[in-house]
């Protein structure tokens, strides 16, 4: 690890800036397939029609429906740092691909690779991210993850308004293209990133274990309290998991009431965050915008901008409350507005759509503004820190998996449906996903669990009943109010190595 900073910061900093290109390539994708669809250029270029747009979208969904299917169990046995820059390096390889496309065959070809490449991302980079970020960090550096997804956007939204004006088919080649700068900053930034600790601890390199964990929370220094006490705690739950029978596959997820728990709460997000009604506008913008009685493809270009500047920020606020509010208090508020926004959106459509009301008409675009700006505050930060937060080490690689296929699943077929249903009921659509959003607001608060302030290894206590580790709560050490008396006994700092039966070294299987 010659190569790894020694400041604990700048090491976080580089984790959510490596991790979260993820985001940032998706968020990319979904702005730029939005403006794309808004340009005659790419549309006249494939003589596209509705059956075809839709392909041409949701085929993004194929590639990740694939890699789901193997790259968990590839993450655990890679590592989480390769398994990361695989998934970058393949996301790069299509962009260049799609943006030189010369049929509808090329380009879906290269749309399924992307799906391949962001969906792999999507298993590996949260992974990491839960597993190396510091306690500290872990609501900023996750929250953040998605919050990259708007920048993204706003990225791609300000390329095609900037294209648009080009007369030739550069004005979607140049887009694509661009695509792959992401992945080429994530595979810069890696070289200088050190792995999961808990994925060392979890083959056995102790030494390298506590100076991770030693240089993501105290600048390197192996002795620091802080330091030893998330060392042992992590080695003694990871003991415990291998002693309780725990295994590193698909099989383990529904083994145990305790895991199917852990599961449908991880798999639970995946569904709301793709069937809020938020994909609608992610895809869609320009066919709500006909609807609404704004046609012009120039203004909503402009829109497609504004609403992705407006969203980062509102992402970015709420990032900042989820260690004040709380996970399932932020979700169940950014549900319920959700809810009642998306009601709106279907009432001043069905009211103003088809009329030249101004007032009507600019109703409407503050209602999307709103229903995106609610999305933003919750479900964003949300998105990827409540599921491995509540998986545990032997199913969170294999959970984050099943939970981009869901993703994936409900993508392609929302991708391919919305268009049609746009067509054939127009404003009930927002009606139908309203009703929806109501019953994701009552699973949210009956089912849910509170999981801030805490460790991937105490929240154990919140879904199993107990703790698996002696070590106190890692926030009360940090506040000074935790006895360490008997919390290093066994710990040799020089040696790394912890000496006691009750935190011997981890080998969980993964057969």
């Given amino acids: 690890m010659t190569m790894v900073p020694r400041s604990s910061n700048v090491i976080s900093i580089l984790l959510v800036g490596a991790s979260s290109i ?39 969904y194929l590639g990740g429906c694939f890699v789901c299917m193997f790259y968990g169990q590839f993450t655990d046995i890679v590592g989480r740092r390769p398994a990361l820059l695989y998934a970058a390096l393949l996301t790069l390889f299509a962009a260049i691909l799609q943006a030189a496309s010369q049929n509808i065959a090329m380009f879906v070809t290269a749309r399924v690779l992307i799906g391949l490449g962001t969906s792999a991302s999507s298993i590996a980079g949260p992974t990491y991210l839960a597993e190396t970020l510091p306690l500290n960090w872990r609501a900023w550096g996750l929250g953040a993850f998605y919050d990259f997804w708007y920048v993204g956007g706003l990225i791609a939204a300000g390329v095609t308004y900037g294209t648009a004006q ?108 793709m069937l809020s009604g938020n994909n609608i506008i992610s895809f869609y913008l320009g066919t709500m915008l006909d609807n609404a009685g704004i046609t012009d493809s120039t203004t909503q270009l402009e829109i497609n901008v504004i609403l992705n500047a407006f969203c980062l920020c509102v992402a970015i606020g709420g990032t900042a409350c989820l260690n004040k509010i709380g996970r399932k208090p932020l979700g169940a508020f950014s549900v319920g507005l959700l809810a009642i926004f998306i009601f709106m959106i279907g009432g001043l459509t069905s009211a103003f759509g088809e009329s030249e009301n101004t007032a009507g008409i600019y109703g409407t675009v503050a209602a999307i503004f709103l229903f995106q700006g609610s999305y933003s ?135």
Wanted: net charge negative; with cysteine; hydrophobic share 45%.
């Fill in 166 to 273: 080009m007369e030739s088919t550069w004005a979607w080649r140049l887009p694509s293209a661009l695509q792959g700068v992401f992945s080429i900053v994530c595979i810069a930034i890696l070289p200088f990133l050190p792995e999961s600790p808990r994925w060392l601890v979890h083959k056995g390199r102790l030494d390298e274990a506590l100076e991770v964990i030693a240089l993501t929370y105290a600048d390197g220094d192996t002795a620091n309290p802080i330091a030893l006490a998330s060392y042992r705690e992590i080695i003694d739950t990871l003991n415990w998991e291998r002693e309780a029978g725990e295994t590193m596959t698909f099989l383990q997820m529904v083994k145990t009431p305790s895991s199917r728990k852990r599961t449908l709460l991880a798999v639970s997000v995946s569904v709301f965050v």
């Fill in 22 to 60: 993820t985001a940032a390539t998706l968020g990319f994708d979904g702005s730029m397939m939005n403006g794309l669809n808004i340009l005659p250029s790419y549309t006249d270029y494939f003589e596209l029609n509705t059956t075809t747009k839709a392909l041409n979208t949701a085929s993004v």
């Fill in 377 to 511: 505050f919750g479900l964003t930060p949300l998105t990827v820190l409540y599921p491995p937060e509540v998986l545990n080490f032997s199913i969170r690689s294999n959970g984050m998996a099943l939970y981009t296929q869901v993703g994936n699943l409900i993508g392609l077929v929302v991708t391919f449906t919305f268009p049609y249903m746009m067509e054939a009921i127009g404003w009930k659509t927002y009606m139908i996903n309203g009703a929806w959003d109501v019953l994701e607001l009552v699973f949210i608060l009956f089912f849910w669990v509170e999981t801030k302030g805490k460790t991937l290894e105490e929240i154990d206590e919140v879904l199993d009943g107990t703790k698996h580790s002696r070590v106190p709560d890692l926030e009360d050490i940090l506040r000074g109010k935790a006895d360490l008396s008997n919390v290093f006994e066994g710990i040799d700092p020089a040696a790394a190595n912890v000496k006691s039966t009750s935190a011997a070294v981890v080998t969980t299987k993964s057969d």
